[in-house]
Structure formats: C-alpha cells, structure tokens
C-alpha cells in the first residue's frame, strides 16, 4: 500500500529559514562538516524546528548517495555522511525530544535485514515511536529473517518494521516477510510488515510482499498509530 504524502514543511515563517535549511542541505550533499554544524546551530538558534533541520540533513545524505553513485565520492564519503549526521542529531535531540511527542500504546519490532548494514535511519524510527508512547525492541542490523520470526514470537508485536537501503538485501527482506506472514496467518491475524529507507519505492514494497513502505519516519509512526488504532 502506498504511504500517505509525507510529513508537510513545517511552517517557517521566515524566508531565511528556508535558505539556512538549503544550504544545510548542500553543505551535508558537499560533506562539509563544518559548515553542517554551524548552520545546524544558526538553525535552531532562529527557532527552526529540529525535525526541519535533520530533514534537511536527510535530503543532504540522498544527495552524497547520488554522488557516489555517480563516482564523485567513495566509500569514506558515506562514511563521513554518516559521522556528520550523527553530530547533528546530538545538536537536535534536544528539540526532537519536545518536538515529537504523542500518543501510541502499541508493540513494534523492528530491524534491519540480513546483508545489510544501514542503521541511521531505523535508528531514528526507534527514537521516534518511542517519543509517541511505542513499545519498541529493536533487534539492530544484519539480522536473519528466522531472527525477527523468533522475536516476533516472544514479544508479540503489534507491528513489524524492516529497515533496508541496499538492493542486494531485498531478498532476505522478502524472505523475511514471507516468515512472519506464514506464522501469523495460520493464528488467524496477519502480522503487519512496514518497511522503510532511502531507496524503498512501491515496486520494492510489492516485491517483497510488505503491506506498508515509507521512507520517513513520522509517516512510520502514523502508519503505526493507525494499526494499533491509537489516532
Ligand atoms: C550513510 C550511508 C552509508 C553508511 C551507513 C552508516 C550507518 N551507520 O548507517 C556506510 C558507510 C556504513 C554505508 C555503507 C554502504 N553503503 Co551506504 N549509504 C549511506 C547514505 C549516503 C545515507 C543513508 C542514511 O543514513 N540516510 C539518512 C537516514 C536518516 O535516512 P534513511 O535511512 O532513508 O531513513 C529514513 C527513512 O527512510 C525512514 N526509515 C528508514 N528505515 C525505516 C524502517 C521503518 C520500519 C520505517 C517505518 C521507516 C524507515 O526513516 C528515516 C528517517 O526519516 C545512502 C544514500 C541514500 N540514498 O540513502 C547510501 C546508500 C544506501 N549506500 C549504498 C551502498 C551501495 C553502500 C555499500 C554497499 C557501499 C560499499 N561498497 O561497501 C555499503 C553497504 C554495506 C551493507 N552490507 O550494508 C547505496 C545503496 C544502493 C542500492 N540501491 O543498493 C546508497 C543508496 C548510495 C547510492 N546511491 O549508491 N552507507
């Protein structure tokens, strides 16, 4: 099922805001440490909201994906883009903390799938449904579908969320979802599977057999709060 649109702008206010936010973006896109930091602060000193800012530093990480795809920068580029958000996302925790919170009284079990690595993102789901009220065990990176089927089991999750960024790791994505829908159908109630990260699409969603995608944590955390009825 297609993800609603995602989270609107924020509203703010200022045009100058609008102006620190792309240049955040382009400052992250050139991996320009520096730079990232001190617009990060300008930021949030002009009262930008926090989730605007790591926003931006998403849409600036696309763009350093992109470059590496086009050869323009190597493997410690994604490195430092990493490194770099991860500055950032100590500078906005702060905010975020104040910013998201709401209501949510369900389980989810989340992970990212075998072969792949990528835990920025999943890690800001964590956080994310935990401010709402969620109940989350996060199994962490790489993890084996028979791993999630086992946890599913014992913790008996509302929801199941599946990080994954790299192609190569659809299969084991796939895989398993084909698992937990297996083992809850024959219950007699299909556990929901929503998966997320950078490069998900409907065409990933319908390969895998997921019944939810987004690629934006708040829109995860409705997806939930529709599922667990907590909206
Ligand atoms: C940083 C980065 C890395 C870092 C990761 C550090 C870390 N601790 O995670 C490092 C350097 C380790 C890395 C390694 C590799 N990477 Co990399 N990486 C990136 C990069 C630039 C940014 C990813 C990121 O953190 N974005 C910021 C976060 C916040 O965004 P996000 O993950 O999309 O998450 C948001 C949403 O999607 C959503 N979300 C995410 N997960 C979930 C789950 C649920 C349930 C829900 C509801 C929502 C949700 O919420 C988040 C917040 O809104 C991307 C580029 C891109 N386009 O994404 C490439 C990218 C993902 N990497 C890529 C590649 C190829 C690799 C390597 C194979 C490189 C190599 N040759 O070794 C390895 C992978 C090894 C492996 N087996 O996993 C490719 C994948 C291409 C593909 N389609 O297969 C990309 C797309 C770059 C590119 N354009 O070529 N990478």
Known sequence: MAPEPE???????????????EALSAAMMALDEERVLALTEEALSSGVPALAVVHSC???????????????????????????????MVFTQPGLDLELVGTGSGKVLIGT????????????VRMTLRSFGFTVT??????????????????????????GLVSASYESMRHTIELIHQSTEGLGRRLPVVIGGG????????????????????????????LTNAD
């Open 138 to 163: 996060d199994l962490g990176v790489d993890v084996p579908p028979a791993r999630f089927l086992e946890e599913a089991r014992v913790f008996e999750p509302d929801v199941v969320g599946l990080s």
């Open 199 to 226: 490069t998900i699409d409907e065409r990933v969603c319908r390969f895998v057999g997921a019944d939810y995608w987004t690629t934006d944590a708040m829109e995860g955390v409705r997806i939930c709060q529709r």
């Open 113 to 124: 799938v075998a072969g792949d690595i990528h835990n920025i993102g999943k890690n800001m």
């Open 7 to 21: 989270t609107p702008a924020p509203d703010l206010g200022e045009s100058g805001s609008v102006e620190i936010l």
């Open 58 to 88: 998403e849409r600036g990480m696309r763009g350093v994906g992109e470059r590496y795809e086009q050869e323009q920068v190597y493997l410690a580029g994604l490195i430092m883009a990493g490194e770099i958000f991860r500055q950032v």
